[in-house]
């Protein structure tokens, strides 16, 4: 079932949309499910995190995450400049104030547990929770899988429920969704907006819209006008907005690769704003947050004629082919590499501009092939388990390859060989296969490679 628009794009913290949102959401989701009876025995909560979650929990700031959902913080509504202070109290205090209102002990070292080397059968993201009463007598335990993107799965399954009523159009591939487009003689954004009306209003998808373009935005804005170093061992600096008053000083210059260059910055300002725990729209997931922004902020600036109409028709055709990308392969790094999120991103960006700039149907396919095909491979291997290195430079090159993606496929007629179903296919087959060292465990790659500096920061 094609996920909508209101779960594909949300708003929430950084760094990561798995070790970060989902994490939180799941744990104000088990202390939110406890009834009465439960709070009024509990005296305490016992979190573990398996594999990918614990790898890298601490650099993507799980542990904070977690604390902040028992506390009954959500990744929506959270303020990014309590956040860490909320954290840190629970952890001097030793005591949580679950759902802000029934105190119990709490003492991180003992009660959140990270285990790296274990893996609950779903997800590499796995959590399990399990709440106390008096002597540790068990009075509820559950597992969640974060499965990327801020999505969360209850149990024995890492899918999304199927159950969400009957859609008008229905699709699982890419080839469905160009059918029904034939048959309707329609295009891609027409498609989502009509199973979007199932479930809302069209007021409410439009705000919806106008709401995500504007949280892009102001993230763009916030990341070009703030500068210092990102937190964390590697003392990386940021470049948005030394780059955006370069940019601002210099004319552009016959042959210079000035929209580009913007960009880039733009890409970079988002992931920027990501590392530093700031708030963020998941496009698809955190660590690809900024291509999507960048991609759209380039259609709005630089293409003439643009206007409202084309920046809806291109969050409702990103999530098209987002929705393709999640159902058929996955959007997680721990469980396909880095592929399922800048692929991913790229191939909705390059979509979602072919469809602003009159593509047609066929021809936005090619564009989020062309978009996906030429990051089918690429490792998730963060340093030190911090979202900045390669992630934050990783976006503004995919932003620029989305662009060309969708400058591309206009060019010619929508027929081309492989087919987006196709690499999607790939995509999934190239995850099954990639040694679980590369897959947002910083184990293997850059993050290995890296790693003998470390001592030195």
């Not at 909705?348 to 090619?366: K, S």
């Amino acid at each position: 079932m094609p996920v909508s628009i209101f779960d594909l794009f949300t708003i929430g913290i950084g760094p990561s949309s798995s070790h970060t949102v989902g994490p939180m959401r799941a744990a104000r989701r088990f202390v939110a499910n406890l009834d009465s009876a439960q709070l009024a025995l509990l005296r305490r909560i016992r979190v573990e995190l398996f594999g990918s979650l614990a790898a890298t929990g601490p650099g993507h700031g799980t542990p904070k995450a977690v604390v902040l959902g028992l506390v009954g913080e959500e990744p929506e509504t959270v303020d990014p400049d309590v956040a860490d202070q909320i954290a840190e109290e629970v952890r001097r205090r030793r005591m949580l104030p679950v759902l802000r209102t029934w105190r119990i002990e709490f003492d991180e070292q003992r009660d959140l547990v990270l285990r790296p080397r274990d893996r609950l059968p779903a997800h590499p993201n796995g959590m399990r929770f399990t709440a106390y009463g008096d002597e540790d007598r068990l009075l509820v335990a559950a597992v969640y899988y974060s499965i990327g993107g801020g999505f969360v799965v209850e149990g024995g399954g890492a899918r999304i429920d199927d159950t969400q009523g009957s859609l008008p159009y229905p699709f699982r591939s890419a080839r469905e969704l160009l059918d029904i487009c034939d048959r309707q003689c329609c295009d891609i954004a027409s498609v989502v907006l009509a199973n979007e009306l199932v479930r809302h209003s069209r007021e409410e998808v439009e705000a919806y819209i106008r709401r995500i373009a504007a949280a892009m935005n102001e993230c763009i804005d916030r990341g070009c006008a703030t500068e210092g170093e990102l937190p964390g061992i590697l003392h990386v600096r940021r470049r948005a907005a030394d780059l955006c008053r370069r940019l601002q000083e210099a004319p552009p210059a016959p042959g210079s690769f000035h929209d580009m260059e913007w960009v880039m910055a733009w890409a970079l300002a988002v992931n920027e704003e990501n590392a530093a725990g700031r708030r963020v729209v998941t496009a698809p997931t955190n660590g690809a947050a900024g291509v999507v922004p960048a991609v759209l902020r380039y259609y709005t600036t630089f293409v003439p004629g643009a206007d409202d109409d084309g920046v809806r028709r291109f969050l409702l055709t990103a999530t098209a082919i987002g929705s393709l990308c999640k159902e058929n392969a996955s959007i997680s790094g721990a469980e396909v590499g880095c592929q399922g999120e800048i692929g991913s991103a790229c191939a909705m960006a390059a979509g979602g501009l072919a469809a602003a700039l009159g593509a047609t149907p066929a021809q936005v396919e090619n564009a989020a092939e062309i978009g996906l095909e030429h990051n089918l491979g690429l490792t998730c291997d963060p340093v030190a388990g911090l979202v900045q290195i390669p992630c934050i430079e990783r976006n503004g090159l995919a932003a620029v390859k989305a662009i060309a993606a969708a400058r591309l496929a206009l060019r010619g007629d929508g027929r081309h060989r492989v087919s987006l179903d196709q690499a999607i296919a790939t995509m999934r087959d190239i995850g099954r296969d990639m040694k679980t060292k590369y897959k947002e465990t910083s184990r293997g790659g850059l993050a290995a490679t890296v790693s003998v500096d470390l001592t030195e920061c």
